[in-house]
C-alpha cells in the first residue's frame, strides 16, 4: 500500500484546508484509514480515522471535533480531511496512515506528510 498526501498550506485562522491521501497498491487489505499530526516538539497525534467498510465509521480527537470532517470517496481511494475554523495550534504536519490486514498479516502504512500553517 503506498499512501499519497496532499493539500497543505498556509491558511489564516478561521480558514478552511482539505487534505487529500490518494491510496494505490493492495488498497483491498485496507481497513481503517487514518490522519495524525505532529507539530515541532510534540509527539505526533492521532485527529482523525475513518474506516473503509460499510458506513465508514468515524471518530475525532476531542482537539478536532467540530471542524474538522474525515470523508472517503472509495472510487477514487482518496480519504479527505476537510479543516475548517483552523487555529494556530492547528499547525503541524499531517501524515495519513492505513491499518491494512491480508488476511495473514497486518501492516501500518504512512505517507509522506503535508505541513499545515495556520497564522493568526
Known amino acids: 500500500v503506498q499512501l499519497q498526501a496532499s493539500g497543505g498550506g498556509l491558511v489564516q485562522a478561521g480558514g478552511s484546508l482539505r487534505l487529500s491521501c490518494a491510496a494505490s497498491?493492495?488498497?483491498?487489505?485496507?481497513?481503517?484509514i487514518g490522519w495524525s499530526r505532529q507539530a515541532p516538539g510534540k509527539q505526533r497525534e492521532l485527529v482523525a480515522s475513518i474506516s473503509t467498510l460499510g458506513p465508514g465509521g468515524t471518530a475525532y480527537a476531542d482537539s478536532v471535533k467540530g471542524r474538522f470532517t474525515i470523508s472517503r470517496d472509495n472510487a477514487k481511494n482518496t480519504v479527505y480531511l476537510q479543516m475548517n475554523s483552523l487555529r494556530p495550534e492547528d499547525t503541524a504536519v499531517y501524515y495519513c496512515n492505513a491499518d491494512a490486514h491480508d488476511g495473514f498479516t497486518r501492516e501500518d502504512y504512512w505517507g509522506q506528510g503535508t505541513l499545515v500553517t495556520v497564522s493568526s
Open positions: 497498491g493492495s488498497t483491498w487489505s485496507i481497513n481503517v
